[in-house]
């Protein structure tokens, strides 16, 4: 049985297309940068499942740098170019890409060429402040630009469960609160009241009171503290998953399709 479940997970590798992940070129922006995104989307692309993945120092050792750079420089169609060097590499499909600086922002261009139907299957566009933000989208760019299935929209579970644990301890401390104000008010009417008849016969009652009244005030702020971190929390988690939403008509083999993320 085992040797069953060996030998189809076997045949699913081998039916899954090869893709090869061109080196993105950078413009304006570090090399080292496009260097760490291009590995990330090799990463990612492998991760997903949908291909053989040929890396860009795969594509390095198994061509050469010189016939690669001859490859990719090539002068007549740039198509052209990235079916020879698909062909070359035994694979179908080819990710490659730009990395820009607009101003202040940066932009991720992201295109798969099916090499047998010299067409894009799909392609991505993303805008970051930061590469760290680009790198939060590129599961949803890289499953644009493959035209794969894109990823599950974030979990809401742990940023409502904060905000509602948030709220429940804020309404409990400010009850809590509450109720010791009003006992307070209550002790010292009645400590005024001794006082103007000259009797303080419920002095060590009064103390114990005000000994718990104490208690009371520190397990209110507590709470209110606390509640306030957690709804904080919650919040900055909701908008942080919310960061990465986005909508885009990206061309297919079979036309157009919208892609994005709805949460």
Same mark, same amino acid.
């Given at each position: 049985?085992?040797?069953?479940? =060996?030998?189809?997970?076997?045949? /699913?590798?081998?039916?899954?297309?090869?893709?090869?992940?061109?080196?993105?070129?950078?413009?304006?922006?570090?090399? #080292?940068?496009?260097?760490?995104?291009?590995?990330?989307?090799?990463?990612?692309?492998? *991760?997903?499942?949908?291909?053989?993945?040929?890396?860009?120092?795969?594509?390095?050792?198994?061509?050469?740098? +010189?016939?690669?750079?001859?490859?990719?420089?090539?002068?007549?169609?740039?198509?052209?170019?990235?079916? #020879?060097?698909?062909?070359?590499?035994?694979?179908?499909?080819?990710?490659?890409?730009?990395?820009?600086?607009?101003?202040?922002?940066?932009?991720?261009?992201?295109?798969?060429?099916?090499?047998?139907?010299?067409?894009?299957?799909? *392609?991505?566009?993303?805008?970051?402040?930061?590469?760290? #933000?680009?790198?939060?989208?590129?599961?949803?760019?890289?499953? +644009?630009?493959?035209?794969?299935?894109?990823?599950? %929209?974030? !979990?809401?579970?742990?940023?409502?469960?904060?905000?509602?644990?948030?709220?429940?301890?804020?309404?409990?401390?400010?009850?809590?609160?509450?109720?010791?104000?009003?006992?307070?008010?209550?002790?010292?009417?009645?400590? /005024?009241?001794? *006082?103007?008849?000259?009797?303080?016969? *419920?002095?060590?009652?009064?103390?114990? /009171? !005000?000994?718990?009244?104490?208690?009371?005030?520190?397990?209110?702020?507590?709470?209110?503290?606390?509640?306030?971190?957690?709804?904080?929390?919650?919040?900055? =988690?909701?908008?942080?998953?919310?960061?990465?939403?986005?909508?885009?008509?990206? %061309?297919? /083999?079979?036309?157009?399709?919208?892609?994005?993320?709805?949460?």
């Amino acid at each position: 049985m085992l040797s069953h479940v =060996v030998l189809a997970l076997a045949l /699913a590798a081998a039916d899954r297309p090869k893709l090869a992940v061109l080196d993105l070129q950078a413009t304006g922006t570090p090399p #080292e940068m496009a260097t760490a995104l291009t590995e990330a989307m090799t990463q990612e692309v492998a *991760r997903r499942g949908f291909f053989d993945v040929i890396a860009s120092a795969d594509i390095r050792t198994l061509l050469g740098l +010189e016939r690669q750079k001859e490859l990719l420089g090539c002068s007549d169609d740039a198509r052209s170019c990235t079916a #020879e060097l698909a062909g070359a590499l035994g694979a179908r499909f080819v990710l490659s890409g730009t990395l820009s600086k607009l101003g202040d922002a940066y932009q991720l261009s992201l295109q798969t060429l099916d090499t047998q139907k010299a067409q894009p299957v799909g *392609r991505s566009v993303r805008i970051a402040s930061d590469g760290r #933000e680009l790198a939060e989208q590129l599961p949803f760019a890289i499953a +644009e630009a493959t035209a794969t299935p894109l990823p599950q %929209p974030p !979990s809401r579970v742990l940023p409502v469960t904060l905000i509602a644990a948030g709220g429940a301890a804020i309404i409990a401390g400010a009850i809590v609160g509450f109720s010791t104000v009003l006992e307070e008010n209550g002790l010292n009417r009645d400590l /005024a009241q001794e *006082r103007s008849t000259g009797t303080f016969l *419920r002095f060590e009652e009064y103390a114990r /009171a !005000s000994e718990r009244l104490g208690l009371q005030r520190t397990i209110s702020l507590v709470a209110l503290v606390t509640g306030a971190a957690l709804v904080g929390g919650g919040v900055f =988690v909701f908008l942080r998953q919310g960061a990465t939403a986005s909508a885009s008509l990206v %061309p297919t /083999a079979n036309g157009f399709a919208v892609a994005g993320v709805f949460p």
